[in-house]
Each structure stands twice: as C-alpha cells, then as structure tokens.
C-alpha cells in the first residue's frame, strides 16, 4: 500500500521522498530485527525501515507524524495478517 508523507524526506543524495510503500508481508529478518530492539523508540523505528526498505538514518530524519502513521500501518501485517 502507498504511504503519501506529510514532509518529503531528503535523502543524503539530495533525492526526495514523497511516497513509500508499506510491506504487507514481513520475513523472519524482519522480526528478529524489531525483536531485538532496545526499547519500544527503536523498535517502532526499525518496524518503518522493515516496512518502506528506508534506511535507518532515513527514518531518523523523518517527520515524527510519517513515522507514527507508518508504524500504525505496518503494525497489523506483523501480527498475522490486515484484519
């Protein structure tokens, strides 16, 4: 599914990010990689990067609003599945 930002990210190559597409379907490296997070800010950090194949330093510099609306999308495909 397409994610529109409400800030475009800028990438260190001066590129702008203004849509993503969040994964509906996650792997094992995936759960191990949100698992193994220290607390919950890095594991909602690390749940965006599995869901848009952003890289950490991207996310970082994302508008906290993308995050969270990434996240809460993302969130129901890691548990099993869209209800």
Known sequence: MNYD???PVKKVD???VKTVT??????GRDIR???NCKGEGDAMIELVVA???????DVL????????AIGEL?????AG???
């Open 14 to 16: 001066g590129s702008e």
């Open 22 to 27: 969040v994964k509906e379907s996650f792997t």
């Open 74 to 78: 993302a969130r129901p495909f890691l």
């Open 51 to 57: 869901a848009t194949g952003l890289s950490t330093n």
């Open 5 to 7: 930002m409400i800030v």
């Open 61 to 68: 510099g994302m508008d906290a609003r993308d995050v969270k």
């Open 33 to 35: 990689a949100i698992g």
């Open 81 to 83: 599945g869209a209800t």
